[in-house]
C-alpha cells in the first residue's frame, strides 16, 4: 500500500527557501520505475506541476521555476525533498508529492501541506 | 508549449445524468492524458489513464475516450458523491494540468 505524506514550515518570509520533505511507505526510489513529484495548487485554483525525481536519480523541474527548485531523495529513509528559493507571497499554495511509476501520471497522492508566505 | 483546455468550467447536471467533460490540447499528446477527481478539501485522486484505462478501485461509471487533440470523461450515471472538480492532465511532452472542471448538483 503506497502512502505519502508532506511536512514543512507552515509559514515563511518572503526571499527565505521553502524546504518540504515527502515521507512514503510502500514503494523505493531504488527500484527501476519509481518516481516522486511536487505538485502545488494555491487555494482555490488549479494544480501547477514543479518538479520530479526518479529511481535513477534523473530530475526534471518546471521551466517556469526551474533555477528555483531544487528536488533530491534519500532512500535509506524513503524520503524526498524539495526546496524553492526566495518565495514570495505567489508560492502560497497547498503543496502535494505524488508517486508515479514508469509514466508520466500520478497515481497516489499525499494529503498536501499548507504554505503561507508572508511577512 | 502545448495548451490544454478544460471545458465547461462549471456543470450542473442531476443525479442520474449523463455527463461529459471535455479536454482539448493545442497539439497531438497521442493518448498520454489522465483524469483526476478532486472533492472540497482533499487531495486529488487518479480517475483515469492513457485516456480510457479505468485505476483500480474507480467505479465503472467513469470512463474516458478520445484522441489525438480531443479527450472526454464520461460519468455515465451521476452520484451524490459525484461532485467536486475534475482535471485533466497531460504526460506527452511534460507534465500540465487543465485548469478544471466543477460539477455541482442540480
Known amino acids: 500500500q503506497v502512502t505519502l505524506k508532506e511536512s514543512g514550515p507552515g509559514i515563511l518570509q518572503p526571499s527565505h527557501t521553502l524546504s518540504l520533505t515527502c515521507s512514503f511507505s510502500g514503494f523505493s526510489l531504488t527500484n527501476n520505475g519509481e518516481g516522486v513529484s511536487w505538485i502545488r495548487q494555491p487555494s482555490g485554483k488549479g494544480l501547477e506541476w514543479l518538479a520530479t525525481i526518479w529511481w535513477n536519480n534523473n530530475t526534471y523541474n518546471n521551466p517556469s521555476l526551474k533555477s528555483r527548485l531544487t528536488v533530491s531523495k534519500d532512500t535509506s529513509n524513503n524520503q524526498a525533498f524539495l526546496k524553492v528559493t526566495s518565495v514570495d507571497t505567489a508560492d502560497t499554495a497547498t503543496y502535494y508529492c505524488a508517486h508515479m511509476f514508469n509514466s508520466g501520471f500520478f497515481d497516489y497522492w499525499g494529503l498536501g501541506v499548507m504554505v503561507t508566505v508572508s511577512s | ?106
Request: hydrophobic residues 30%.
Open chain 2, 1 to 106: 508549449d502545448i495548451q490544454i483546455t478544460q471545458s465547461p468550467s462549471i456543470l450542473s447536471a442531476s443525479v442520474g445524468d449523463r455527463v461529459t467533460l471535455s479536454c482539448k490540447t493545442s497539439r497531438n499528446i497521442y493518448s498520454n492524458l489522465a483524469w483526476y477527481q478532486q472533492k472540497l478539501g482533499e487531495a486529488p485522486k487518479l480517475l483515469i489513464y492513457h485516456k480510457d484505462s479505468l485505476q483500480t478501485g474507480i467505479p465503472s461509471r467513469f470512463s474516458g475516450s478520445g484522441s489525438g487533440t480531443d479527450y472526454t470523461l464520461a460519468i455515465s450515471s451521476l452520484q451524490p458523491e459525484d461532485v467536486g472538480t475534475y482535471f485533466c492532465q497531460k504526460y506527452y511532452s511534460g507534465y500540465t494540468f487543465g485548469a478544471g472542471t466543477k460539477l455541482e448538483l442540480k
